[in-house]
């Protein structure tokens, strides 16, 4: 066998050992594709916590700020159904240090997943076999915002910098608990805040990363903002239960 066949062959099976491993650590594929809702992440406690990473615009000079922790208030989780939940708040503000106006842009705060590494590759989720996004939700803070939320997955692929993203519609105005679905083949391709020219199919079997990002720089509103959350999950048609948000450009904020 040739030396390049032979590497070939070698990065195949590689990629096939630690994809059928973190099956195996996953507990997937011993009874076939499910439909059944894949629970991706919840945010009941501390350690769910600690398994995100925040960010905002005063990273690189704004003054937004950004917050990601469990909140045991009665009162903001009746409804949620457990007693504690995440809570994504902060102030979004579009100022930024005078000595950095005009050269950076403010107004932006987020927070994903962290990547999970294994003893045999990084750990991914696939949704192939589930159509919908699903998130269970409490918009609080300025109501101004409430247009300004984005959600964001990320792929196992080749740039790093490219997210599929989609906006998030809320139905409740009375700061309650409510479920948003969106389709997989919904999301749009974009690569740092820009749509991408040729848009390609999701490689939904290989799911890095999710979050959530307030894009309060394009619609230039400032505020406080207020977001709980309960669950990420995939789910199929039949545990649909509200009509799913569906919007053709996500990526321009407006």
């Known amino acids: 066998m040739a030396l390049s ?29 499910s439909r059944a809702p894949l629970t991706l992440f919840r945010l009941n406690s501390k350690q769910d916590i600690e398994q995100f990473a925040t960010g905002c615009d005063a990273d690189i000079g704004g003054t937004s700020t950004a917050h990601l922790e469990l909140d045991e208030s009665t009162k903001r989780n009746k409804g949620s159904g457990t007693t504690a939940t995440g809570r994504f708040w902060g102030e979004m503000r579009l100022d930024v240090r005078p000595e950095l106006q005009g050269r950076i842009r403010g107004g932006y705060a987020g927070f994903r997943s962290k990547p999970r590494p294994t003893l045999f590759g990084e750990m991914v989720d696939d949704v192939s076999n589930h159509q919908f996004l699903a998130l269970r939700l409490r918009l609080g ?26 906006r998030l519609y809320f139905q409740r105005n009375d700061g309650d608990w409510e479920d948003v679905f969106i389709p997989f083949e919904n999301f749009i391709l974009t690569n740092t805040g820009e749509l991408v020219q040729h848009q390609i199919t ?32 995939a789910v199929n048609e039949e545990d649909v239960t509200r009509p799913p948000s569906i919007e053709k450009y996500p990526s321009r904020g407006i």
Do not use: C
Request: no cysteine; hydrophobic share 35%; proline share 5%.
């Open 202 to 233: 999701m490689m939904r079997e290989r799911i890095r990363t999710v979050g959530i990002s307030l894009l309060g720089g394009n619609s230039g509103v400032p505020g406080s903002y207020d977001l709980g959350i309960d669950s990420i999950r």
């Open 141 to 166: 803070g300025d109501p101004r915002l409430r247009n300004s939320y984005f959600v964001n997955l990320q792929t196992d692929g080749p740039i790093t910098t490219d997210l599929w993203q989609h």
């Open 5 to 33: 066949n032979w590497a070939a062959y070698l990065n195949r099976s590689t990629k096939l050992l630690r994809d059928s491993s973190i099956k195996i650590l996953r507990m997937e594929g011993a009874d076939g594709p």
